[in-house]
């Protein structure tokens, strides 16, 4: 299985430093193929796209997502709040 992962950013302070780290990491951590936007922009339902065509033109899907915002969290969705630290422990 080849490890894949999507990347970008709304283009908020510090984006192209903080997609490179990740690339790094990415890399030393077996990622194969990392699907970053245009100077690192992308929308959230525009990353879903990327991750679903991945997933019908190779079969496989990506192993995750790194969006770069401060507009949505794990743990925001039904409280339109912070993610709980326990949450954050974990990612």
């Known amino acids: 299985m080849v490890l894949q992962i999507v990347v970008s950013g709304d283009g908020r302070y510090w984006l192209n430093a903080a997609i490179?780290?990740?690339?790094?990491?990415?890399?030393?951590?077996?990622?194969?193929?990392?699907?970053?936007?245009?100077?690192?922009?992308?929308?959230?339902?525009?990353?879903?796209?990327?991750?679903?065509?991945?997933?019908?033109?190779?079969?496989?899907?990506a192993s995750g997502a790194f969006k770069l915002t401060a507009s949505h969290n794990p743990g925001g969705a039904g409280k339109c709040g912070p993610a709980p630290e326990r949450v954050m422990d974990k990612i």
């Open 20 to 61: 490179q780290i990740i690339i790094k990491m990415a890399a030393a951590n077996g990622v194969r193929i990392v699907c970053v936007g245009l100077n690192g922009l992308t929308s959230t339902p525009a990353i879903s796209a990327v991750i679903w065509e991945q997933i019908r033109a190779s079969g496989s899907n």
